[in-house]
């Protein structure tokens, strides 16, 4: 679900987290951009960050912070990356963190960073600093909805989903919302997101089922093919519940679907959010050798601005697709064993156009907002499924007028 409003029926609290949401002027003025997240002291938090060698300083101090102690802060900005600013950066942050612990009345190390925005800019910490007591005054269970929002670079739209999973010991919540639009393509991307559940799940178990649960999600999508320097993704546990987890159970396996069925929906959420974005892509390839090979080709046809421009104009320019496959690393692949389907249709096989095919029936399936580019390699059983969006001029004009 993508919900808008504050204390939206959709969106579930989680019992033991807090959101507050407020405008420090980072972004523009009066517009919401900085978040507290409060976290009930006990509650344990999972994370994976970006794998950009030029990550942010908030990554860098996210980390070195998780290592100490067990959080009870998350402090997020948008309007400004805190990336590419060395030093300099990492003191802003460290500083930012130690005026939140100071006002909470925690340790330094027990706050966890966030920020996302323009790179290579200095953090305007006075009015982040400034603007915390009223992120922390408006704290409330039912502060998601305004936290959605409240995290926004170019998304269009907040992104929020949450559901009731029910276990043998009775029903626990989970929550998640992020944001991301454009610099997306996760080895974690220019997201960030923030799941939290009331379930009662160790440290370590909590961390195997965020990155299980990454691996076929935001580890999937792709807006452009840039790997941002400041993703996170964040799974917090409070246990106030007091239900929990048993690994090899029937408990652990339905909790880890509903976890990795909400971050795909964030993650699609994104997706179709894209800057510029018109229509969503899946592009689902099969007959692979092993995983790694089917992914290569999923990434390699979604990251072709060529297909990418057929699929916006709504053009069935089908050549684009297999020239993709061609080239994305598959050296001994036997071109006519490879079939290629636009959502039911049959566009290509036998290494050339299918017999019986339709260029009218193509363009109706292009037309679509939703479509599936099915590619099936007959070499094996790998198989690998991946999210796109199309490139539009709009995706030009925002990232060429980004800072302007």
Known sequence: MVAERSGDPMILPVSGIRLGTTAAGIKRVGHPDLVVCELVAGTR?????????????????????????????????????????????????????????????????????????????????????????????????????????????????????????????????????????????????????????????????????????????????????????????????????????????????HFQDALTDLARRLAQAIVRDGEGATRLITIDVGGARDAGEAEAVAFTIAHSPLVKTAVFAGDPNWGRILAAIGRAGVDDMDVERVTLWLDDLCIAADGARAVGYCEQAARERMARPEITIRVHLGRGQGSAIVWTCDFSYEYVRINAEYRT
């Open 45 to 253: 938090v999972a994370a994976v960050f970006t794998r950009n060698r030029f990550c942010a300083a908030p990554v860098h101090v996210a980390r070195e912070h998780m290592a100490i102690t067990p959080p009870r802060y998350l402090l997020i900005n948008t309007g400004n990356a805190n990336a590419g600013t060395g030093a300099a950066g990492l003191q802003a942050a460290k500083h930012c963190c130690a005026v939140l612990a100071q006002h909470g009345g925690v340790r330094v190390d027990s706050v966890l960073p966030f920020s996302t925005g323009v790179i290579g800019e200095p953090l305007p910490v006075k009015r982040l600093t400034d603007a915390i007591p009223a992120a922390l005054a408006g704290l409330d269970d039912n502060g998601w909805a305004e936290a959605a929002t409240g995290i926004l670079t170019t998304d269009t739209v907040p992104k929020a989903v949450c559901c009731r999973v029910a276990l043998s010991g009775g029903e626990v919540t989970l929550t998640g919302i992020a944001k991301g639009a454009g610099m997306i393509r996760p080895d974690m991307a220019t997201m960030l997101a923030f799941i939290a559940t009331d379930a009662d799940v160790t440290q370590a178990r909590l961390q195997e089922c965020l990155r299980e649960a990454v691996r076929t999600t935001f580890h999937r999508i792709t807006v452009d093919g840039d790997t941002s320097t400041n993703d996170a993704c964040v799974l917090m546990g409070t246990g106030a519940s007091r239900i929990g987890l048993t690994p090899g159970t029937d408990d652990a396996e």
